[in-house]
């Protein structure tokens, strides 16, 4: 079965800094879109960036200039470098893989939803 696991999240301050990780076992998704989503309580699951691929990436307005989604060179792993962050990034992120040709921003197009991970930002 594959598997996708999220990694890196924890507690900072306004400004700071966090890497989160995908990891996937099973098959490959080295030629996978794989999405970053998020939810924060009484939210809906909302996209944050997609690694297309087919190269290049697409972000939310909301993190456009500050989040930054990559893989390592070997394309086991995705990362979500987040920058500038801000109380309104706390959420569980989470990260899937592509399975279908709809909106890239929907969570319906992705699958092997990994248990996320939590990013709590506060003073």
């Known amino acids: 079965q594959e598997q996708l696991v999220e990694s890196g999240g924890g507690l900072v301050q306004p400004g700071d800094s966090l890497r989160l990780s995908c990891a996937a076992s099973g098959r490959t998704y080295r030629l996978r879109n794989i999405a970053w989503f998020r939810q924060a309580p009484g939210k809906d699951r909302e996209f944050v960036a997609i690694?297309?691929?087919?190269?290049?990436?697409n972000y939310a307005d909301s993190v456009k200039n500050r989040f930054t989604i990559s893989r390592d060179s070997a394309k086991t792993t995705v990362y979500l470098q987040m920058n500038s962050l801000i109380v309104d990034d706390a959420a569980v992120y989470y990260c899937g893989v592509g399975v279908n040709s709809g909106s890239y921003y929907s969570p319906t197009s992705f699958g092997s939803w990994g248990p996320g991970t939590q990013v709590t930002v506060s003073e």
């Open positions: 690694s297309w691929a087919s190269g290049g990436a």
